[in-house]
């Protein structure tokens, strides 16, 4: 199969030009590379073809999970959750190490540990749909709804306070002397204890008389030591006895929702169908008035402002999709507004202490995604809070992370204040009651970690899994599901005494995408212990699977019988080709005894032997070794 070098005709056609979708048949001693035909030398003994094993790797510049393991074992550990909820994927590049994907009944605001959060009962009920607020005043908790007040000295002591008219309460907001509140009917009233309450005389009422303050008066704010009255598209300065328009939008249909204060200025937000604004308005410099409103942040549009607050300087929107922070921005005030956190129905009321702010959620989910096997969480949406942390920050500079937090045990009834009385919370939810945060843990709750792929898509083989805790009494659970399946509880352990760490062996379960979830239970003998959970880990190793090795000692004569039929090649053009598909490392359509393959070029040995006819070259045996892409 050598050639003579006698021959002078050109093979017309010495390339094989299919693809690997429309392959000829190559004779059993010639092989196709990237669609050219070569000569093999079979008399050599070094054309042969072997396995080799195909080892994934883990995407990842992250190396923490990866030290101090054998090379073929890959970890996974979460040893804290302070950076709140929100994230899907625990393993990407991007991601957050701290930082997971949902949780019902969980507290992972202490670093380095998950426990229970308190429980809430119900201390008042609320027997009708009318909106409630509720406002701290001295040592008295007070609710206002409908035409009646609620004031509280203790959990079960009360006295009812009537308002003295027909019209309902739609605004609640604290001078530090009285508690203001804005009915339906236009009339400001302040209650100033339990006993006493006296209708603010402002005079004219609102002037101009157009909007009706009856009909279209939305919001009461005291802020900034000034009291703001929104009616329909106008604000109003009521603080003293004189009313004066602060500002009227251009846009008639335009309604303002509510007022807070901020560092440089107050922040006022409203709008029109779905385009929503916040606008800012300075104090003048000697106190004697307010500035023309400018708008300072505006809503992406479709996204309806409904409530605003603020806290150690960042203020805090409520809008139909969720809440946003926005922090000021200069000296004017301006506001960059964070990354949404979403919520299933609208937050209507903030509440601030320490480092964290509260936000009403009338809507959060109990039940962990593929359901509930052990039957033990509500199965409908259930009204409570949200907890945003002002010490950790995510996605934005403007984003703190947030979770789940306080909940009441009904399905039913939007949550549209909240406060703290004693260090504790509180919230209203209407057409059902007041509910205040306990002494006791909650009985259950559960965390979502986030879904695992070991930062590669193939199939893994399950280790085993390890979770840590504290020595304290009550239930750790693990559950597991893989690549979608329904979750299956892995390890399900009672904690007493000493123990501190449970591990299961996952059977060698092969997976591509895992989602883990921790449940904890408190200790039944005791209600206000539970298990205090400190680390999670999961370890696998990748499947191997196996691909081939060749190596082909080529034939490289200007002259040849090919299948035969003489050819001529220009030997130096053949040798540039194929250094080439070593040197450029791109993958290539490969065929040998009828099969098609894609390879990459490892590596090669060029084995000259005799110059070409015109001495432009050199002849000899190319040894290419390919190997397989799997």
Not at 198 to 221: E, L, M, W
Not at 415 to 440: A, P, Y
Not at 520 to 542: A, M, N, Q
Not at 597 to 602: G, L
Request: proline share 5%.
């Amino acid at each position: 199969m050598t050639s003579g070098f006698d021959l002078t005709v050109d093979f017309d056609q010495p390339y094989f030009e299919g693809g690997s979708g429309t392959a000829q048949p190559v004779p059993p001693w010639a092989v196709s590379i990237d669609n050219h035909v070569y000569l093999l030398d079979t008399q050599s003994g070094d054309y042969r073809r072997e396995g080799v094993e195909v080892l994934q790797q883990r995407n990842t510049s992250n190396q923490r999970d990866i030290l101090l393991l054998p090379q073929e074992v890959w970890r996974q550990q979460t040893e804290s959750w302070h950076q709140g909820a929100g994230q899907f994927n625990l393993d990407r590049e991007d991601a957050l190490p701290y930082r997971f994907y949902r949780s019902y009944g969980i507290d992972p605001w202490t670093r380095y540990q998950l426990s229970l959060l308190n429980d809430t009962s119900k201390i008042h009920t609320l027997s009708n749909a009318d909106a409630c607020f509720l406002q701290v005043h001295k040592n008295f908790l007070v609710a206002l709804y409908g035409t009646t007040t609620k004031w509280f000295t203790t959990p079960v002591t009360s006295v009812t306070l009537s308002s003295g008219v027909a019209d309902k309460v739609i605004s609640v907001t604290y001078d530090g002397d009285a508690v203001i509140a804005l009915h339906d009917g236009g009339q400001v009233l302040q209650y100033t204890n339990s006993t006493t309450v006296t209708a603010r005389t402002v005079t004219p009422p609102v002037a101009p008389a157009v909007p009706n303050p009856v009909t279209d008066a939305t919001f009461v704010a005291y802020v900034k030591d000034y009291l703001i009255l929104g009616v329909g598209n106008q604000l109003w300065n009521i603080t003293a006895t004189q009313a004066t328009l602060i500002y009227q939008s251009p846009v008639t249909g335009f309604t303002w929702k509510g007022a807070a204060e901020g560092l440089n200025a107050i922040y006022c937000i409203g709008g029109s169908g779905d385009k929503h604004v916040i606008h800012r308005i300075g104090v003048q410099q000697d106190g004697t008035g307010l500035t023309t409103p400018v708008v300072a942040a505006t809503l992406p549009d479709g996204e309806n402002g409904v409530s605003i607050g603020s806290y150690l300087g960042y203020v805090f929107v409520g809008t139909d999709k969720g809440v946003r922070m926005a922090t000021p921005s200069g000296s004017g005030g301006d506001l960059v507004l964070g990354a949404l956190i979403p919520t299933t129905l609208p937050v209507y009321g903030f509440e601030g202490q320490d480092r964290f702010v509260w936000a009403t959620g009338s809507s959060i989910d109990p039940v962990p995604t593929g359901g509930d096997s052990d039957n033990v969480y509500p199965t409908q949406p259930v009204p409570g809070l949200y907890r945003l942390d002002l010490s950790t920050f995510t996605v934005t500079d403007s984003t703190p992370a947030y979770a789940t937090d306080l909940t009441a045990t009904t399905t039913t009834g939007l949550v549209r204040s909240v406060t703290t009385w004693n260090n504790k919370r509180v919230f209203c939810v209407e057409n059902n009651g007041i509910w205040l945060e306990g002494t006791d843990k909650i009985q259950y709750g559960w965390l979502e970690q986030g879904r695992v792929s070991f930062s590669v898509e193939d199939l893994k083989t399950a280790l085993y899994a390890q979770c840590k805790w504290e020595p304290l009494q009550g239930v750790v659970k693990l559950f597991l599901a893989y690549d979608g399946l329904p979750a299956l509880k892995v390890l399900d352990w009672n904690i007493t005494g000493t123990v501190r760490s449970g591990n299961v062996p996952l059977n060698g379960q092969q997976f591509s995408r895992v989602d883990s979830r921790i449940d904890l239970v408190r200790y039944p003998s005791d209600h206000t212990k539970g298990p205090i959970f400190t680390r999670f880990e999961i370890r696998t190793r990748p499947v191997k699977g196996s691909a081939s090795r060749w190596y082909f000692p080529i034939i490289n004569h200007e002259e040849l019988d090919l299948n035969e039929i003489p050819t001529s090649r220009n030997v130096v053009t053949e040798l540039e080709n194929l250094l080439n598909l070593v040197e450029s490392g791109r993958m290539f359509s490969l065929q040998e005894h009828g099969r098609n393959y894609q390879a990459v070029a490892k590596d090669y040995k060029w084995l000259p032997q005799k110059l070409n006819s015109n001495g432009t070259g050199w002849q000899g045996v190319f040894l290419l070794i390919c190997e397989e892409v799997k």
